[in-house]
C-alpha cells in the first residue's frame, strides 16, 4: 500500500477533517481475550487518571493502574494493544506517531457517563496531539455508550462495531453515556 492520495482502504473512512473510524483493527480472536480478561480485572474510579476540569464530569471505572491495586495483567494488555496500532498500517498512515501512549482500558456502569471534556493534551511529560477510542462491544450488546464529538461542523455520536476504533484530535470536544 502506499501513503499517496491513491491510498484507499475500504476499514478507514475519514469525516470532519480529523475523525477517522478504523474497522476492524482488532480480530474477533483478541476481542475475546481483551473481555475476557476484563470481565475479571481489577477497576478503580475513573477520576484517578482525569486532568483539571475533566475530573468533575469524568464518571466511569478503568483498570486499575495504582501501585497498590494494579491489575496484574494491565501491562501485558497495554502493550497488546500498542503492538496492534503499530502493525495496523491504516492507523499508521493516519496517525503518524513516533511513540503510542498506554491505553486506558473504561468500562460504564448503567448510569455512568463521561461528560463534555477535552482530553489532555500532555500526559505525564508526554504531548499527545491525537486521541483513540476502542470498541470492544458489539453496539446491539448494550443501550448508549456513544462516544459523541463536537466539531464546529455539528456533533458526531459514535458506535462502532467491536474491534473498531476512532481517531480525532485530543483537542475535540467529546463525551461518553452509558444508560
Given at each position: 500500500m502506499g501513503t499517496?492520495?491513491?491510498w484507499r482502504n475500504p476499514d478507514v473512512t475519514t469525516e470532519h477533517g480529523m475523525?477517522?473510524?478504523?474497522?476492524?483493527?482488532i480480530d474477533e480472536a483478541t476481542v475475546t481475550r481483551l473481555r475476557d480478561w476484563l470481565s475479571s480485572a481489577t477497576f478503580e474510579d475513573?477520576?484517578?487518571?482525569?486532568?483539571g476540569n475533566a475530573r468533575l464530569v469524568k464518571h466511569n471505572e478503568q483498570v486499575s493502574s495504582a501501585p497498590d491495586t494494579r491489575d496484574p495483567r494491565l501491562k501485558?494488555?497495554?502493550?497488546l494493544i500498542e503492538d496492534l496500532l503499530w502493525d495496523y498500517e491504516?492507523?499508521?498512515i493516519a496517525a503518524q506517531p513516533s511513540k503510542i501512549k498506554p491505553p486506558l482500558f473504561s468500562r460504564y456502569l448503567p448510569g455512568m457517563h463521561y461528560g463534555t471534556h477535552m482530553d489532555n493534551a500532555v500526559m505525564g511529560r508526554m504531548r499527545v496531539d491525537l486521541?483513540?477510542?476502542?470498541?470492544?462491544s458489539d453496539p446491539s450488546d448494550y443501550d448508549g455508550g456513544e462516544l459523541v464529538i463536537d466539531f464546529a461542523t455539528g456533533t458526531r455520536a459514535i458506535k462502532l462495531?467491536?474491534?473498531?476504533?476512532?481517531?480525532?484530535?485530543?483537542?475535540?470536544?467529546?463525551?461518553a453515556w452509558q444508560w
Open positions: 499517496d492520495s491513491t475523525l477517522t473510524c478504523l474497522e476492524n483493527l475513573g477520576r484517578a487518571t482525569a486532568g501485558e494488555m497495554q502493550t491504516p492507523f499508521m486521541s483513540i477510542t476502542l470498541f470492544l462495531s467491536a474491534g473498531s476504533g476512532v481517531l480525532y484530535a485530543t483537542t475535540a470536544a467529546d463525551s
